[in-house]
């Protein structure tokens, strides 16, 4: 199973506070099939911030799901959390360049997806390419 890390602001959530849409369908769809992750300045070893970033912004359903997504560490920048020995996806609205040469530098650029909560069916566009990602990885399982 693949790591899944996950932004907040500008990914599951739009610049209003709203909560992007599709995501229901995306976040029960990604704890149910990956190692999912906070990566996201609301979390630096604790998901409390998360929750408090979260309550009363997603619905119950989602809120539920978000708490079975484990927290990270990181000090400077978001590419210190992740874990290169496995295979992963990174969903953010914007890295910066030295976290985009370390995942150059570990061979691992395309496993950046820019999403943009700010489109109406971005996260579903998002969701759906991981669908397809996951059917073609157990096809060949």
């Not at 907040?8 to 506070?17: Q, T």
Request: overall charge negative; glycine content about 4%; hydrophobic content about 40%.
């Amino acid at each position: 199973m693949y790591d899944l890390y996950l932004d907040i602001d500008g990914v599951l959530l739009r610049k209003d506070g709203k909560p992007a849409r599709h995501l229901d369908e995306f976040l029960e769809f990604a704890v149910n099939n990956f190692h999912c992750y906070w990566l996201t300045t609301h979390c630096k070893g604790s998901i409390s911030p998360v929750l408090k970033r979260l309550h009363n912004k997603v619905s119950p359903i989602t809120y539920q799901l978000i708490h079975k997504i484990k927290p990270t560490n990181w000090q400077t920048w978001k590419t210190e959390a992740i874990n290169f020995n496995h295979g992963f996806f990174w969903l953010d609205d914007g890295i910066f360049l030295t976290e985009e040469e370390v995942l150059i530098k570990n061979h691992a650029a395309n496993n950046f997806i820019k999403v943009n909560a700010e489109f109406r069916d971005d996260l579903l566009y998002t969701l759906n390419d991981l669908k397809h990602f996951v059917n073609f990885a157990n096809i060949h399982a």
